[in-house]
Each structure stands twice: as C-alpha cells, then as structure tokens.
C-alpha cells in the first residue's frame, strides 16, 4: 500500500525557513515523480515543485524559485522541501505527492498534508 | 501562460448529473486529469489521460474532451461526490509545470 506522511510544518515568522519532508513507502521510491502541491486557506491546488523519479531532474514553479529546493533521499525514502525567505503568500497546506510514472503522469497518490503558517 | 478556466461552483439535485468543465486553450491536445478533494482531506484522483477512471473510482464517474473544454461528468450523483473538483494539465512552456485549474465546487443539494 502506498503511503505518504508529510511533516515538518509549523508556525514560522516572515523571512524564516522551514524544511518539510514526506516519508514514503509501499513502492519502489526512486521510480517515480514526487512532487509538492500546496492549497492555501480557502484556495485552490497550486504545483509547487517536483523531482523525477528515474532523472532526479527538478522542476518549479516561477513563485518558488529560487526560495524553494525540493531533494530527496533514496536511502530513506524521504522527500524533502527546504523553504526559506517565507513570506505570508506562503502559508499554506503542503501536500507530498507520487506521480503515476516518471515524466509527465499525473499525480496518482497524495498524502495528508502538513501546515505551514508565515505569521509574525 | 497557459490557464486552466472552472466554473467557481456547480450545484445538483441528489441522483441527477452533474457537469463540471475546464476550459483552456487547444486543450485537445493536453492530456486532462481530474481530481476530487472532499472538505478536510487530501485530493483523490478520479480520471487520468482524459477518459481512464482509476480502480475504486465508480462508473458513475466519466469525462470527454472537445477542441478547447475538457468536460467530468457525473451520473446519479450521491451526497458523497461533493466537494472540490480540479482538472490538471502538464505544459511545458519553458520549464515543466503540472497546472491546475482553480477547482470547482460541487453542492449537492
């Protein structure tokens, strides 16, 4: 069974940074697109970032790049998203998600999601 | 760059059908998947590659594709097909980006 458990949210002050992960499991880690999609409150889905599964290539959205660095460890099974220079805009839900394949599949498995808040 | 239009909401009688469309330019030529998100929890996805429904997803659910609106529709809807729904592309304009549309609300009545 696949699973995805993301953590590493939290309360952050503006300018601050936060590194989040997402364990994964139940599939062969290195195979497949990982991504993060994140929903501020109230919000629509937003793509944020994503690694391919057999290049390790990484991509991102114009309004995270350069703050944003998505990473993984294939060791553990864990993707990574480090996020400095926060600003309010970014406060959101950050869901950790598997692609159906490695290229251009769609987002086939999703975890809960962890909160990050940029708040003075 | 390249928009992914929904109606804001969609409302239907319980065991009517419900429409829900994503416009976009040329979008016949993308590949369309769409996505369910309930209140409180993350999205499921319920159609990919325009028409393929994914194990556990029921017949009720289904989905076209014309020049330039991609269409989920759903059959006898029941009050658990609520909430938000998302039609997603993949553009690569540049750089990769996996788009999607601003999601639409479904109330069922």
């Known amino acids: 069974e696949v699973q995805l458990v993301e953590s590493g949210g939290g309360l952050v002050q503006p300018g601050g940074s936060l590194r989040l992960s997402c364990l994964a499991s139940?599939?062969?880690?290195?195979?497949?697109?990982m991504h993060w999609v994140r929903q501020a409150p109230g919000k629509g889905l937003e793509w944020v970032s994503g690694v391919g599964g057999r290049s390790g290539r990484t991509f991102y959205a114009p309004s995270v790049k350069g703050r944003f660095t998505i990473s993984r460890d294939t060791v553990t099974n864990t993707l990574f998203l480090q996020v400095v220079s926060l600003r309010a805009e970014d406060s959101a839900v950050y869901y950790c998600?598997?692609?159906?394949?490695?290229?251009?599949?769609?987002?086939?498995?999703w975890g809960r999601g962890t909160l990050v808040t940029v708040s003075s | 760059s390249y928009v992914l239009t929904q109606p804001p909401s969609v409302s239907v009688d319980p065991g009517r059908t419900a429409t829900i469309t994503c416009g976009a330019n040329?979008?016949?030529?993308?590949?369309v998947h769409w996505y369910h998100q309930r209140s409180g929890q993350a999205p499921v996805m319920v159609i990919y590659y325009d028409t393929t429904r994914p194990s556990g997803i029921p017949e009720r659910f289904s989905a076209s594709k014309s020049d330039n609106v991609a269409t989920l529709t759903i059959s006898r809807v029941e009050a658990g097909d609520e909430g938000d729904y998302y039609c997603?592309?993949?553009?690569?304009?540049?750089?990769?980006?996996?788009?999607f549309g601003g999601g639409t609300k479904l109330t069922v009545l």
């Open positions: 998600a598997r692609g159906a394949g490695s290229g251009s599949y769609p987002l086939e498995y």
């Open positions: 139940g599939f062969t880690f290195d195979v497949y697109d």
């Open positions: 997603q592309v993949w553009e690569a304009d540049g750089d990769r980006f996996w788009m």
């Open positions: 040329n979008i016949k030529i993308k590949s």
